[in-house]
Each structure stands twice: as structure tokens, then as C-alpha cells.
């Protein structure tokens, strides 16, 4: 077996702590909300302040993983290690133990939450649906769209109408065992079995949105594994 076959549990650590592989890049920030360690967070209300993620955009700019340091717990309410207005280190580079929701696999893409209760905690993916809305009908017109590299389409007839091409196309990516796809009057709602869908080239006639409470953070990657929630540790390449 490859390593990422194992399930390589570090429950042991304690979130927020720097893992071995170096080098790290740590900086200082303001905190302008109440957070935990090992939570991600985003540029916040100043240059030097963070806040959690509220949006797909503030973990795609997300300015690092919060470090844990002893003096700094129980300083912030509700069992959050930081208060607002504390001083924070993060990690922009290197190895960190983050929180995670669920399980998650080793050399996997790290996901951030943004909607919801838990702010800033790790998972395997974007929880949420991605929509597919066929905007227009043409008459005899093929319609296709790309998802994670596989091309799905369907043919109109001479008498179209935007409700039964959505129906069509979404049978052709029903059928695919990677996903489950409805439609409603030229709605098509896609949703991964696991993962997340990455929407490619498509017919122009085609609009899409992503509905995850979820987002992919850029250049981190799990270098452990979990079997459910705790916590796991990622490696950072964000740009210092």
C-alpha cells in the first residue's frame, strides 16, 4: 500500500501545533472576532487584523492557520483560545495541526468552512450542491458541460424547450456513478458523492453556481488522515 492508504491518526496533537516539516512561516496578526487555534482565517477589517471566513472568496485569500500558545487559552468566550482584539501567530507556510469536521485523507485537497457554526474548520469537501441552469433553448442544438474532466450532453429536438433539455441533460449525469443529478424547469441540481465539482467548459446557453458552505483553500494539502472529526495535520505553501 501506498501511504496514503493508511489511516494515520494524530489525535494525540493538539490543534494549533506547528508540525516537524519545516521551514515555517509564521506572522502576527490582530484578531478581530473570537477564534480557536487551528481554525483558518482571513484578512480581517485592517492590514493586520484576521477574521474567520464568511464567504468562498475569504478562505480563497485565506491569511493562514492559527497557532496554539498556552497562555492564550480560555482568554476568548465560549472555550475559544482567543479573544478579540488578542494577537495571534499564524502559519502562512510549513506544517500545522488543524481542526477537522469529519474524515479526511492523506494528500487530499483541505476544504474551510464559511457558512454555518463552525468558521474556519477543516473537511474533506465543499458540502454543498453545485446548479446547472440551462438559460436558453435552441433548436437542434447539442448541450454539454465539463465536470472534474467528464463531458456529459444531450442533443435538442426541433421543438426545445429549456425544461427538457435540464431533464435530458441531467439523466446523462445521473447515470454517472460519481454523481446525483436532478432537474427542475431548467434546473439542474448536481451533487458528488464525495468531493467536489469542478465545473469546466460548457455551452454558452448554460449558467452555473455553486451552493457549498464550503471552499477549497489554495496550496494546502492534508499530510494525515482522520476516520472522522478531531483533528489532522496540512502543509502550507501560501505566499509569504
Known amino acids: 500500500m501506498a501511504v496514503g492508504d493508511f489511516v494515520q491518526e494524530i489525535a ?8 516537524k516539516t519545516g521551514p515555517h512561516v509564521i506572522v502576527g496578526r490582530v484578531a478581530d472576532a473570537d477564534t480557536k487555534a487551528g481554525r483558518v482565517v482571513a484578512p480581517g477589517a485592517s492590514d493586520n487584523s484576521v477574521k474567520l471566513p464568511a464567504s468562498a472568496a475569504d478562505v480563497e485569500a485565506a491569511a493562514g492557520v492559527v497557532v496554539y500558545h498556552p497562555n492564550s487559552e480560555v482568554a476568548g468566550a465560549a472555550g475559544e483560545e482567543n479573544a478579540t482584539n488578542d494577537h495571534l501567530d499564524l502559519v502562512e507556510q510549513g ?29 474533506s469537501d465543499q458540502d454543498g450542491t453545485t446548479t446547472l441552469t440551462v438559460d436558453t433553448a435552441v433548436n437542434d442544438k447539442e448541450y454539454f458541460v465539463t465536470l472534474d474532466g467528464a463531458i456529459f450532453a444531450t442533443t435538442a429536438d426541433g421543438t426545445a424547450t429549456v425544461t427538457e433539455i435540464a431533464t435530458a441533460l441531467a439523466a446523462e449525469i445521473d447515470a454517472d456513478a460519481a454523481y446525483g443529478a436532478t432537474s427542475s424547469v431548467g434546473v ?41 472529526a478531531g483533528v489532522a495535520l496540512v502543509r502550507l505553501n501560501r505566499p509569504a
Not at 448554460?206 to 477549497?216: E, Q, V, Y
Open 12 to 19: 494525540p496533537f493538539r490543534r494549533g501545533a506547528l508540525g
Open 95 to 123: 506544517e500545522i495541526v488543524v481542526e477537522v469536521e469529519e474524515a479526511v485523507a492523506y494528500d487530499a485537497d483541505v476544504f474551510v468552512r464559511h457558512s454555518g457554526a463552525e468558521l474556519g474548520i477543516c473537511r
Open 188 to 228: 439542474i441540481t448536481v451533487t458528488p458523492v464525495s468531493g467536489t465539482t469542478i465545473v469546466g467548459s460548457k455551452s454558452s446557453e448554460i449558467s452555473t453556481t455553486t451552493n457549498g458552505t464550503a471552499a477549497k483553500m489554495p496550496a494546502a494539502k492534508y499530510r494525515s488522515s482522520t476516520s472522522g
